[in-house]
């Protein structure tokens, strides 16, 4: 498609009914919700079945989102990682992670996100990654594009601009980012993360949802979750394929429900994926 021709999330309105507008604004406020208990030293943090951390930021960023949803979108399928799943009777299914890197932001680090994907059909046809705490925000739509707005020094929203991925051909020249080295160990793949680390110029824990922002904006090149579920990348698969990189699973298929994810520029997504033996 023409880059002329693209619509600005600004002029999404009247698409898919209002949802990509509304995916929007829901995101932001969501994430602006968190910042209520961001850095405050006071947040009590509970453990879930799986020793994950969750606070009451999680829950009540998921539920302003299932609120805002079931009154503009009755209808829809609402899917979240604090609560059960909402079924709807359209074809259309939100997918919410009020807090992507809740051990960040429990910590009081500002790379957290706030998550939101729209999906028609199953497949994600939107999403946004927030960064409240930074106030960047990256999103796409199928077809619309991918873009990319900072907060200006007055605390307002800059202007929205086109978000790329970067051009760098060769591992040796890319910047490698993932939420955390012991979830290769979890796989019993330490080694797979040794060869990353080692074809790679840069690694860094940058990671969760912050980590495909850096690769969407060019920032960064390659960003891998060994373990993951569709919350954690939902949002992503649309970010990454309109900013002109790949998403994929570590068998190479553009799913969301792998169980795991590799976002790239998409020049090197081929390589990357030679190193996890995607079949």
Known sequence: MDSSTLQGPADWSSLESGRLSAMVSIARAAGEHTLKYFGTG???????????PVTIADREAEQLVRR???????EDTVQGEEFAETVGQ????????PIDGTKSFVCGVPLY???????????????????????????AALGQGCWHQRRETDGAPAEWTRARVSERSELSQAVFVTSEVGSFDARDRAETYKQIERA???????GDGYG???????????MIDPICNAWDVAAILP?????????????GVATVRGGDGVGT???????VCRILGCD
């Open 265 to 271: 520029n998409g020049v090197l997504h081929d390589a």
């Open 90 to 97: 359209s074809n259309y299914r939100w997918v919410v992670d």
């Open 239 to 251: 970010v990454m394929v309109e900013s002109g990189g790949r998403f994929t699973d570590w068998k």
């Open 212 to 222: 495909y922002l850096m690769v969407a904006t060019g920032r960064a090149d390659v």
């Open 42 to 52: 006071e947040l009590h943090v509970d453990a879930k079945s799986d020793d994950s």
């Open 200 to 206: 790679c110029w840069i690694t860094r824990t940058w």
């Open 68 to 74: 805002k949803i079931a009154k503009a979108f009755p």
């Open 113 to 139: 996100s706030t998550l939101l994907a729209l999906e028609k059909d199953g497949q994600p046809i939107g999403g946004v990654i927030f960064i409240p705490a930074l106030g960047e925000m990256v999103v």
